[in-house]
């Protein structure tokens, strides 16, 4: 059994106009996806902005209320509080914000901005609340005297890996991590990808690491989502992604991570523009009359991918 099983997840918005503020329409922020997270692994899921990918990790974590769909977390829904509230749900999942400043309290110092799960969940002594929030500082490698600082007195890294200390504070099996290093120089992007790494390998927590950076995703993510209009595009492990990409907005992806070999930077844009050229001519293969993403096919055991049926006939005969 996987440790998240997330199945036809909806989250509409509903659009209101008129005088009487009626229902006209609705947002499909995330219309119909399904993945699993298994217990240890980083699960990436990747798209470009408003893609839906933020406010289906927002879903998980319980921050958005699903229009329709399961979370199944041992087994039982967690869309209804009551099963939440019997699993320590709240304890066992937590998450790392994309706005490092906006999601620490500008009013608290640090030691109680990481207490504060210990205070709601683990209910310990004066002192050995005080060591737990040590303990986490040395873990993500910050100094005994950030204790009594405020968030503002931090830099960008610092502040994103005082998040994963209060990530983390609780032993969660699970961290839903909304672009954690988005915000950050690349030397720092690496400092903190590093931290989450070493404590996965320590403590065995799984990530759901939600990111528009490919080039990161390929570092961190053992299985990785594509969603674009609110849908999942394509589906697989690392190499199925990285090394056989099938559905065109994957390849349209994959073409803009940028290419730090100056020998092969003209080859790179060469491909890039075939790559934009083919998307603007085809995409509409790849949608329906509406513009939504066709449903997955599975191309193999790990693979599945939003593509035409005429494709999936030819891949078949292929097989053949």
């Known amino acids: 059994m996987s440790l998240i099983e ?68 041992k087994g039982k829904d967690i869309t209804k509080p009551r099963n939440r509230h019997e699993l320590d ?48 500082l040395d873990i993500v490698g910050l100094d005994a005297d950030a204790l009594y600082k405020y968030p503002h007195q931090f830099s960008g890294g610092q502040r994103q890996r005082i998040g994963v200390a209060r990530a983390v504070a609780t032993n969660p099996k699970l961290i ?22 070493k404590i996965q390998r320590d403590f065995g927590v799984s990530y759901l690491f939600i990111s528009h950076d490919l080039g990161v995703v390929r570092h961190m993510c053992d299985n990785i989502a594509i969603m674009h209009r609110g849908r999942i595009v394509e589906i697989g492990t690392r190499d199925d992604i990285y090394n056989h990409p099938m559905h065109i907005y994957t390849k349209r992806l994959l073409s803009a991570i940028p290419e730090t070999s100056v020998e092969h930077r003209e080859e790179a844009r060469e491909h890039r523009e075939a790559v934009e050229k083919e998307f603007q001519e085809n995409q509409d293969r790849y949608y329906d009359k509406d513009g939504k993403v066709l ?22 005969r292929e097989d053949d």
């Open 6 to 73: 997330v199945k036809d997840l909806e989250v509409h918005y509903p659009i209101r106009s008129g005088f009487w503020n009626r229902v006209t329409d609705e947002v499909l922020a995330v219309d119909g996806i399904s993945l699993d997270i298994e217990a240890g692994e980083t699960y990436g899921l990747v798209g470009e902005s408003g893609s839906g990918k933020s406010t289906t990790g927002k879903s998980i974590v319980g921050l958005e209320k699903p229009t329709k769909g399961q979370i199944l977390y």
């Open 89 to 136: 749900y709240n304890q066992d999942v937590q998450m790392i914000f994309q706005d490092s400043l906006s999601s620490l309290n500008p009013r608290k110092r640090i030691e109680d901005i990481i207490a504060e799960p210990l205070r709601n969940f683990a209910h310990l002594s004066k002192d050995d609340e005080k060591l737990r929030v040590l303990q986490l």
């Open 176 to 197: 839903v991590a909304d672009e954690p290093v988005s915000a950050l120089d690349l030397s720092v992007q690496a400092q903190v990808l590093n931290f989450m790494k």
């Open 295 to 316: 449903p997955l096919i599975a191309v193999t055991d790990t693979h599945k991918v939003a593509m035409p049926q005429d494709e999936v006939d030819e891949l078949q």
